[in-house]
């Protein structure tokens, strides 16, 4: 991707309000405000996180801001380029491929825990419905950003089917980045909009009880939207030549 800022300053209007962080996980919280940054497309894939500025911006001192830095590269939202920087991580199709392997494997075994535990099938499948919600909102009001992070939320609630802290955990990282590649065409029908009325329709499925045609949607959703990811990488590779 070609576009590399040094500074915040194009995107501070953007930016949620913040304050200077001072309780003993301002580390985790700062990582986490970062990446609820990253995840509206404040910082968008290639772009670079200047340490001057967010120290600035929040109120913390470099070292505090470098440690959170190492939990974003850890989780594989950012990546450092030697003598350069640390920017907001741009996927490749190598990438994809590999989350989307580990995707397939982890989401269409939880969905078959659906109905596994009832309390917690309840709470999955209205999360789901409430993402849906949010989903067809987004895709109502041409907001894009809302559409993902629906979806990243729907996708979260299926993994939860299973009531495993370490794989929520995970799971959580791995939908966080296979995001990455939408931010970097975050707008259009023909991007986003097959994923809103799928994801409603595999609810449905799931609350009549369907699991098994459930897991059949997903399965073929997974390999649509790894395809779909696959095309906007190389689109953003030509781009940038």
């Known amino acids: 991707m070609s576009v590399m800022v040094s500074s915040m300053s194009a995107h501070n209007d953007g930016m949620p309000p913040t304050s200077p962080l001072t309780s003993v996980s301002s580390v985790e919280q700062l990582a986490a405000s970062i990446t609820a940054s990253i995840n509206i497309g404040v910082l968008v894939p290639g772009v670079q996180l200047s340490e001057v500025a967010l120290a600035q911006q929040y109120g913390v001192s470099r070292n505090t801001l470098r440690e959170a830095f190492r939990l974003l590269a850890r989780d594989g939202l950012v990546e450092h380029v030697p003598h350069r920087g640390v920017f907001v991580r741009t996927m490749t199709a190598h990438d994809l491929k590999d989350i989307y392997a580990y995707r397939r494997f ?6 078959t825990y659906a109905y596994s535990d009832a309390h917690r099938t309840l709470d999955c499948l209205r999360r789901m419905r409430v993402a849906c919600d949010h989903g067809e909102a987004g895709m109502l009001a041409e907001n894009w950003i809302d559409v993902g992070n629906a979806n990243v939320d729907f996708h979260q609630a299926i993994v939860d089917f299973v009531g495993s802290a370490f794989l929520t955990r995970n799971a959580r990282i791995a939908l966080a980045q296979s995001r990455l590649a939408f931010l970097v065409h975050p707008n259009g029908n023909d991007v ?9 329709y595999i609810v449905n499925l799931l609350a009549t009880g369907e699991v098994a045609a459930a897991r059949d949607e997903l399965s073929t959703y997974l390999d649509r939207a790894e395809s779909i990811n696959l095309k906007l990488v190389a689109d953003g590779n030509e781009d940038s030549e």
Do not use: S, Y
């Open 106 to 111: 982890v989401e269409l075994g939880a969905i």
């Open 192 to 200: 986003h909009c097959p994923f809103v009325k799928k994801n409603r």
